[in-house]
């Protein structure tokens, strides 16, 4: 049944460590990928401050997640958006995330921030947020602090580079999946791709391999197949019902 639902997809697909996006489907997860989840934890203040592992599931070679949010075995398509008539349109830019990013200036770093990759994890709000201290990240706690809160971003939108060098600096992730639950906001949140996994539409155009990204799995996003934090107001949760 599954196999028939993406006939689409090529042999290919199901061999090599990547991500397919099928039209009007769901994402196909190759490679023997990790599947586990990944839990928004905040200080004191409510404010994120890092992630908790969640459950691990069982590996599998080749698994297939669902992206119009409406399956009953969430993460997992159920053929949910064959019966709804899901329009999952990719809308979003095949540029580079530099092409879309704008950049402030610090005296130790500069930030290169790219807002329509945004997921609302919120962890960059922190002690006055990254902004204010990327502009005073001369000072060695300020900079640390704006990396750390850069490198929590799980969407990728912001990178934080270092100013002499101009290198990013990027947390160092191994190739993963993640299903990430935000308790803060008391909503499910997106698919997060972790170590530069490859993502291909469902034209078989590639878009941009990145460290991280993150994925629409509520249905609502406008910058599909991305996520743009819409799950938030959308109040999205993963319950089988």
Known sequence: MAKKKNSKVSKAAFKAAKVVITKNGPYVVSGNLPLVREIIAAGSDGIPVKWKKGANYPR????VLCRCGKSKNKPFC??????????GTETASKKKFLEQAGRL??????????KVFC???????????????????????SRKLAIQEACNCPSGRLVARDKKTGKSIEPKLKQAV?????PVQKVSGPIWLKGGIPLESDSGRKYETRNRCTLC?????????FCDGTHISARFKDEKK
């Open 105 to 114: 200036d610090g005296p130790g770093l500069f930030l290169a921030d790219a």
């Open 78 to 87: 159920d053929h949910s958006h064959a019966e709804l008539g899901f329009n």
């Open 217 to 225: 799995r509520c249905g609502y996003s406008t910058n599909k197949p």
């Open 178 to 182: 993640s299903i990430v639950e935000d």
């Open 60 to 63: 599998q070679e080749t698994y």
């Open 119 to 141: 997921a609302g994890a919120d962890f960059c709000y922190g002690a006055g947020g990254v902004w204010k201290l990327t502009l005073d990240s001369g000072n060695p706690r």
